[in-house]
């Protein structure tokens, strides 16, 4: 067993050799919650959970830690335009990740830090910055000094005076350099706050993850990862900071995930395009949108729209069909041996060959195109005559056994069948002659649902599935 990941750092695929032999510890930045998380948000979730998964497939105990920013300029802003306070909108907004991305497949971490839970942790770690000369306070502010880290630019491979001049840097008379970042910042009139060596104020973005990831994971991570937008300004504060204060390196490795493009043009919020994945999960099956996901390469950008969704949905219920078909199958078989050794020995093959895929930086889009093969297998199979229990039984804990390594369940909630339908349309009319209009409208919520459309007629009411 061996795993290459691209490595951002060298630019190169490198075998993978963790820290410790049999333990994988990773970091994955979290959202900042203020709203519910967008498909962009939703990318690295599913990406780095498949990573996990198949990590731990390979017999690695991972120490997977995600943050939650929960608390920030945008967070202060919405919980103002709330007339809330801030901890309480994090807090609504902390659920609705985890609602939304289990219902995506993703297993929530060994432990999931917020900020302001580490306050305390934080402050210590700019402490010691300040002490090695790293940074500095000025007017309440603390700031990182970035040109006195030899190493600043590395991740994103430019030189600090590239760097300079393609950031948007605003000029600040509190800052020795515009380069420099804020480590701690001065509170506002009416902002919450925390109190500290250079007064009441709270953290800038970049040290939480430094100092999070400190704590739960060492000095040295195995795995950084988040979305490619991250990788700089923001990892690349967190190199400077962490090794600027251990003299290690911060992580071995860096993972990062391409953009999403909605219609092929880059998601924002002025262009109107903004995908929340709560809307998305109203009406669409989750782990079609966990398919779509997948089904590129996590480094490859992704161009999302309803039409390449629902050639996702068609892709998985594929798969899904043949594993029922397999399920309805085992019924009528006997356990005969006539080729059994044959089937079994090309279902071993397609789990080896899905293991390759998904050892070659995680190429899940080629690990679907293996569910794919094993399903035309299946289908193969089931033509013959004569099946045996032994091969379904193989072929099915294959088709779970690779699906949940991407994070995928082979079962499927079964659509209503008409007779049912008639049934509860007729409760629903019953209910209205008897007043009950709580059960009425209850019926009517549920067959909504289920995308069935209600048509008065001069007949009575007819029905039509969306």
Not at 43 to 59: C, K, Q
């Amino acid at each position: 067993m061996s795993i290459q990941l691209y490595n951002t750092v060298t630019r190169k695929k490198e075998l993978f050799t963790p820290q410790e032999e049999g333990r994988v510890s990773m970091y994955v930045c979290g959202p900042t919650v203020y709203n519910y998380i967008h498909i962009g948000n939703a990318r690295p979730a599913i990406v780095f959970d498949a990573v996990r998964r198949h990590l731990e497939y390979r017999g690695y105990d991972v120490n997977f830690v995600s943050n939650f920013t929960d608390v920030d300029d945008k967070l202060i802003r919405a919980a103002n335009d709330l007339g809330e306070d801030v901890p309480t909108v994090a807090e609504r907004f902390i659920q609705a990740y985890f609602e939304d991305v289990e219902a995506l497949g993703c297993k929530r971490g060994t432990v999931h830090p917020r900020v302001t839970e580490n306050i305390e942790l934080i402050i210590e770690f700019i402490q010691a910055l300040i002490e090695k000369g790293y940074a500095y306070e000025s007017a309440g502010d603390v700031y990182y000094r970035t040109r006195k880290f030899k190493g600043y630019g590395k991740l994103s491979h430019q030189s600090i005076d590239e760097l300079r001049i393609g950031a948007r840097i605003e000029s600040d008379e509190r800052k020795d350099d515009a380069l420099d970042f804020v480590l701690w910042k001065a509170a506002k009139e009416s902002e919450i706050s925390w109190e500290s060596p250079w007064g009441a104020g709270r953290p800038g973005w970049h040290i939480e993850c430094s100092a999070m990831a400190r704590k739960y994971l060492g000095d040295t991570i195995d795995i950084h990862a988040g979305g490619q937008d991250l990788a700089f300004p923001h990892h690349e504060n967190e190199i400077a900071q962490s090794e600027a204060l251990t003299g290690k390196s911060f992580a071995n490795y860096w993972m990062h995930n391409g953009y999403i493009n909605i219609d092929n043009e880059k998601m924002s919020k002025s262009l109107g395009n903004f995908v929340l994945v709560n809307d998305i999960l109203k009406e669409h099956d989750p782990q079609v949108l966990r398919f779509f996901m997948l089904s590129v390469h996590y480094r490859h950008p992704i161009n999302y729209n309803l039409e390449l969704l629902n050639a996702a949905k068609a892709g998985l219920d594929r798969i899904r069909t043949s594993y029922e078909n397999l399920l309805h199958r085992k019924e009528a078989s006997a356990n005969l041996a006539e080729n059994n050794d044959q089937w079994l020995s090309e279902i071993d093959n397609t789990k080896q060959t899905f293991g390759k895929a998904m050892d070659d930086d995680f190429n899940t889009a080629n690990a679907i195109s293996v569910l794919f093969d094993l399903s035309r297998q299946a289908n193969l199979y089931l033509r013959e005559k004569n099946t045996s229990v032994e091969i379904i039984e193989a072929f099915t804990a294959a088709f779970d056994e690779l699906a949940g390594v991407l994070g995928f369940s082979m079962n499927q909630e079964k659509e209503l069948l008409d007779q049912d339908i008639d049934n509860l349309i007729k409760k629903r009319e019953q209910a209205r002659k008897d007043r009950d209009f709580k059960t009425a409208d209850a019926i009517r919520d549920q067959l909504k649902e289920l995308n069935i459309i209600l048509e008065d007629t001069a007949q009575g009411i007819r029905w039509r599935r969306g």
